[in-house]
């Protein structure tokens, strides 16, 4: 039997196998070393955080097995080109398949909240969709699963100033790559990860965890930095940063979430925290250029406005 035990954004991943998990270059520093005789998951309420996960596959022969009961009567929820959602319960089961073997119905996954565990049927043969961490990861509903622990994971990029997370979000192309770019180099900033955050509310404020998502970054760290403030970053030829608050602020930041919206529980989930998030955290929209006049310009706007994230030294 594999096992493989993974922490992200303060929620422990305990994975229980029959086939051995090799951990992926963007899992790495996440992942838990066990010695070879130690279960995943033997006591989680003694060895691991409150906040754990069981992901558990077991084999089936045949694809009728795959379901779990219920799902075709229920009907089809949503579909794409890896998976279609059935209703199923008081949940929802993904039902996977293999576009480049014909379509290939290979596995199931379904989270059950009570529990806190992700259960997982796959075909006898299925092992190459589960031997690496992120082929894993790709079966789990990985964002279903934070939200049941409070986080949301954002398009954007994280970097490290003053002890603090900046967070750049936004679509493909929009500058958010660019700008994290220009605060490492004239910033003093560090790179945490290029794509994809997690951020969840800890204490009096919001906190910002790296993944094993990174883009064309590839750097994957851990992070957990309190948020200083989060950028929206807009091409232009000319560099302003305006604050922006109440449901604009909502409607910008939920629009980069990575949310099911095909689950009302999941949403509703999702808004309450960016509700939260966006009420505390400062927001802004930088219309930029590709150059360090846009740091310099979002440095003395948050200075002005009370939220220097610490020792930003500006490098020549």
């Known amino acids: 039997m594999g096992t493989g035990v993974f922490t992200i954004a303060g929620v422990t991943f305990a994975a229980e196998s029959p086939w051995e998990i090799s951990p992926s270059e963007n899992f790495v520093p996440f992942a838990k070393k066990l010695h070879y005789d130690e279960p995943a998951l033997a006591e989680p309420s003694k060895r691991y955080a409150e906040r754990t996960v069981r992901i558990i596959i077991g084999t089936v022969r045949d694809e009728c097995e795959l379901l779990y009961g219920g799902e075709a009567e229920n009907g089809k929820v949503t579909s794409n080109e890896r998976f279609c959602v059935f209703k199923s319960g008081n949940g929802f089961t993904r039902l996977y398949s293999d576009r480049l073997e014909n379509g290939k119905v290979y596995a199931s996954s379904r989270f059950d909240p009570s529990s806190s565990t992700v259960h997982i049927r796959a075909l006898e043969d299925s092992e190459g969709y589960f031997d690496k961490s992120h082929n894993l990861f790709a079966h789990i ?3 279903e699963v934070l939200l049941h622990f409070g986080r949301v994971m954002l398009h954007s990029s994280y970097v490290r100033v003053g002890g603090g997370a900046l967070l750049f979000a936004g679509a493909s192309g929009a500058g958010k790559s660019t700008q994290a770019a220009l605060w490492v180099k004239h910033m003093g ?3 945490v990860n290029g794509d994809r955050t997690v951020i969840c509310g800890e204490g009096h404020g919001y906190t910002a965890y790296g993944s094993p998502v990174a883009g064309s970054s590839a750097v994957f760290r851990y992070g957990g930095d309190r948020v200083t403030a989060l950028v929206l970053p807009e091409k232009s030829r000319e560099n302003e940063a305006e604050r922006i608050s109440g ?3 909502v409607r910008a930041v939920f629009s980069h979430a990575t949310v099911n919206s095909w689950s009302p529980r999941d949403t509703e989930r999702a808004l309450d925290i960016i509700c939260g998030f966006a009420d505390s955290i400062p927001v802004y ?7 360090r006049r846009a740091p310099e310009e979002l440095s003395r706007r948050l200075k002005a406005d009370g939220f220097d994230p610490g020792c930003m030294s500006e490098k020549d």
């Open 141 to 143: 509903g990985f964002e």
């Open 189 to 191: 900033a560090e790179t």
């Open 247 to 249: 449901a604009e602020a």
């Open 285 to 291: 929209r930088l219309r930029c250029t590709p150059d």
